[in-house]
């Protein structure tokens, strides 16, 4: 019984990853791994903008846009979204085999209800950090002794070459491994897989870019001048349904720490609880982390524990086994791309009247410019995307101040001598444009706008 729910919940985690693909972040990942197979280098340089040409650009994410890049070449849009299904599926079977401990049933699915729900609301899309969740998971289980810690010297690699993330299973795993000795326990098991998962990250800095992959994550902490004023690295509002899901969880483990006191529960819950307040970023990963303490304090909820196998287990599987490869070609078959909300038809106006010329100068929204990527790769230039992490601190000033609205908009723009601005209709910049004597509204629907220069 417990297998079965497990594929069930591996079945619901590939649904979620089967959904249509939308994140702007990804179609620029998407982009530079056909830059990958197109020229067969790694871009250092940016290639996509006339804000920051030719800036330098650590591409941190590069294993990753690589299987974007493989998957699209081999087998289009199709074999991405397959991709990231999978992807999603393994990091569903990954929860639920950390919910082990818990023992019953009962207690199993009321710990992996949240977590599914973080993953439904924003977390398990396609961008790089789903291959990092499957890296956590496999780190987590190794410190639980349910897995050779010697396989985390690859999978720390390959996490280290997908997603910046990295160092937050070496903290996890360190913190488990305190918290056990505090316990006054042997932390023989959380030792090893710290230390093969610190070996790993030292081999991660064989790649292509080198060992400045390490100190990626690092380099970008310190610009909280920028990040600040991206929504992600925000603290959460807790206005999504996911958000709330890891409240949840956070106040059910607290529960049972009070009922079941332990160190190696306590701090990994205080650490990654405070750092997914800090950062709406950080409250998928810190859900997953939470979960070998949640399945220890509900070790006794129930009694079924599922380890009896009925008749009518095996057919059921075999059905589910059979609508998940049918939903896999249902989706690899039907529309991949969901573009709402991207100016889709404003480019297409834009293009078809000459204003997408190789030295055209349009400014738009970052998650337009990823769009742009995505569509064009690099025949466009466009103003930004959503690469904070690369842009010189005066454009990315620039483009806050128009994204707030700012009355300075007309300086902002001007700075960067355009031949067009493309802008969400509703937003204050939009219109300001549509009010002002210096601008001609030459394009205009429910959503965006395009104003040129009169």
Known sequence: MAGLVGGVVAFVSLLIGLGPLNDNSFFTHLATGRIIWATHHIPAHDPYTFTAPGHAWVVQSWLASLLYGAADKWWGPGGLLLLVGVTAAAVGTLVWKLTAPAGALLGRVLIVAPVIIVGVDSGWVERPLLFGLVALGIVLLAAEGRVDPRWLVPVMWVWVNVHGSFPLGLVAVALLALGRRLDHESSAVELAALKWAAIGVAVGAI????PRLLVFPFELLRRQDVLSNVLEWQAPKFTHIGQRAFIVEVVVAVIFVARRPSWRTTLPLAAFTAAALLGARNVVIASIILLPGLARGLADLGEVTGKERRAIHRPIAVVLAAVAVLSMVAAAAGPVYSFNGYPVAAVTWAEHNGMLTPDARVVARDFVGNYLEVRYGTRVKVFVDDRFDMFPTSVLEDTFALNRGSPT????????????????????????????DRWRVVYTDEEFLIAVPR
Do not use: R
Request: aromatic content about 12%.
């Open 207 to 210: 790649n292509p870019i080198g």
């Open 409 to 436: 908009w007309e300086t902002s723009i001007d700075a960067y001598q355009p031949t067009a601005v493309l802008w969400p209709t509703k937003e204050p910049v939009g219109q300001y444009l549509a009010a002002s």
